[in-house]
């Protein structure tokens, strides 16, 4: 009890400042949706200075985490080690994590700002709503911490303390009592675009680095967890402060999205990122090989689905030979020797190769001597069809 007065005193200005402003956006545009929005909107670039460089590291921790991996890998100790080498190993790698952080300007603990600052804001507009829906003993609206002067206060008091905006009750949620099923409907339906935007805000790094959502399975891990707590917070409080969430996760995406256009610093790390990669061997050796395949007229499916292609001989013009190692198509070599296939002015017939134990077969009357090595030779020309049996009949 005394901690909650303590903190009560403590955030009591911040009431009276969201208040005001919400009873000035309200003077202004007299709706309480577009005045908690705008409100969001102006706290959102007060500590935008501050959460920009939480948000940065955060998401240069995002792409860092490949090589983070890599590191950790690199350093890890197989089981049997002994406790020295493994506190070495430790150590070296403490130290490279370290140097990899101060090389890109990063710190591990950053990235939680935007995190912590959000909560601060969330309970001084839940407290400031619950402030303006204030109702005396007798059950008579009793609005806080606005001027008693503004239009709001006097809505408020017209209203019976009820923040009506499109149709719902701004102070009311989810779970309050007495609403029937088609009337939880609309406070559901904020519900869930606070969560759909929420998983856009978590899914937007890993959208962008899909290396690094696959090595650092925590992030992963924390996409599906994290929706499912901001669940619980959506249908307890009331629907102005999901208001507050709605717009927050819109601007924190827009801002994600311009800082990774525009950012020079996070434009700067994703450069050397890019140089760490190109200069590790198992990148330059797929390189290599892509360069390869597009010299040869490979790349893409139909180039992986072609045969291989030939390999040029010695001279550069040789052609693909066949299955005995002599050239197709009977031509001469290029050194000037004639093919093993053809007929020479003193080769005999083709087909009058050695036999398999190595010895010539006789030759036949009216072929000219063999001449050139031992090897077989194909035959030159269509074996001729055996003569049919039956005489024929000459001519009368």
């Known amino acids: 009890m005394l901690l909650a007065s303590t903190l009560g005193q403590i955030a ?30 102006v706290v959102m670039v007060v500590v935008f200075p501050i959460t920009r460089r939480g948000t940065r590291s955060m998401m240069k921790m995002q792409l860092l985490s490949p090589e983070l991996k890599k590191l950790q890998n690199k350093y890890k100790s197989p089981p049997g080690t002994p ?47 619950g402030g303006l829906v204030h109702t005396t003993k007798a059950g008579l609206p009793d609005p806080l911490y606005i001027s008693h002067s503004s239009r709001m206060f006097h809505d408020i008091k017209a209203s019976g303390g009820h923040l009506m905006a499109f149709g719902i009750n701004l102070g009311d949620s989810a779970l309050t009592h007495g609403l029937s099923a088609l009337g939880r409907a609309p406070y559901i339906a904020l519900i869930l ?18 290396a690094a959502a696959s090595a650092n399975p925590q992030m992963q891990q924390m996409q599906k967890i994290m929706p499912l707590i901001f669940a619980i917070i959506y249908i307890r409080i009331s629907a102005g402060v999901n208001v507050y969430f709605i717009v927050s996760s819109l601007f924190r995406v827009a801002q994600q999205e311009y800082m990774y256009r525009h950012d020079p610093d996070l434009r700067g790390s994703l450069e050397k990122l890019r140089a760490r990669a190109a200069e590790d061997p198992k990148v330059a050796e797929a390189k290599k090989r892509i360069v390869t395949e597009q010299r040869q007229g490979r790349g893409g499916l139909l180039g992986r689905l072609l045969p291989p292609p030939a390999l040029e001989g010695p001279s550069g013009g040789d052609r693909p030979t066949g299955g005995g190692g002599e050239p197709k198509g009977g031509k001469a070599r290029s050194n000037g020797t004639p093919p093993s296939g053809g007929r020479s002015g003193g080769q005999g017939r083709s087909g009058e190769g050695r036999s398999g134990d190595g010895t010539p077969p006789p030759r036949r009357a009216g072929t000219a001597s063999k001449a050139g090595s031992g090897q077989q030779r194909p035959p030159s020309r269509a074996p001729q069809r055996p003569q049919s049996n039956k005489r024929q009949r000459r001519p009368r």
């Open 193 to 210: 675009v606070a969560l759909v935007l929420q998983y856009i805000q978590l899914k937007q790094m890993s959208g962008r680095n899909p």
């Open 83 to 129: 406790a020295e080498e493994r506190n070495a190993n430790r150590q070296a790698l403490n130290e490279e994590m370290m140097a990899l952080y101060k090389e890109n300007g990063v710190s591990p603990t950053g990235g939680c700002l935007p995190m912590f600052l959000q909560f601060p804001i969330f309970l001084i507009l839940y407290g400031t709503i």
């Open 12 to 41: 009591h200005p911040f009431y009276l400042a969201f208040a005001y402003l919400l009873a000035a956006f309200y003077a202004a545009i007299p709706n309480y949706a577009v005045a908690i929005a705008l409100l969001t909107l």
